[in-house]
């Protein structure tokens, strides 16, 4: 099966949903964050730098338990930081 290229709405997402997830990372490490989530420290630098742009959803889970931020939050967040740097237009 072939993927589709995602679009920029796509990639900005990911962008937005890993600065969202390294800005709640906050002073902790990210060794301490990829471990207490169950993956490789490099998986987490990529989701966090946008270069994994729609990461598995239990991977995002994950991540967001370890940092502390509820899924909701997460998404509120994301879709908003979105609206602010690419307004719909009416």
Same mark, same amino acid.
């Given at each position: 099966?072939? %993927?589709?290229?995602?679009?920029?709405?796509?990639?900005?997402?990911?962008?937005?949903?890993? *600065? #969202?997830?390294? *800005?709640?990372?906050?002073?902790?490490?990210?060794?301490?964050? #990829?471990?207490?989530?169950?993956?490789?420290?490099?998986?987490? %630098? &990529?989701?966090?730098?946008? %270069?994994?742009?729609?990461? =598995? $959803? $239990?991977? +995002?889970?994950? @991540?967001?338990?370890? @940092?502390?931020?509820?899924?909701?939050?997460? %998404?509120?967040? +994301?879709? =908003? =930081?979105? &609206?602010? *740097?690419?307004?719909?237009?009416?």
């Amino acid at each position: 099966m072939v %993927r589709e290229p995602l679009n920029d709405h796509e990639r900005q997402r990911g962008e937005l949903l890993g *600065q #969202a997830l390294r *800005q709640a990372r906050g002073e902790r490490s990210m060794v301490e964050i #990829a471990a207490a989530s169950g993956i490789s420290t490099e998986t987490l %630098r &990529k989701i966090e730098k946008g %270069r994994i742009p729609t990461p =598995a $959803f $239990f991977t +995002v889970a994950a @991540v967001a338990d370890a @940092v502390g931020i509820s899924l909701d939050d997460l %998404r509120t967040g +994301v879709a =908003a =930081a979105q &609206k602010t *740097q690419h307004p719909m237009s009416a």
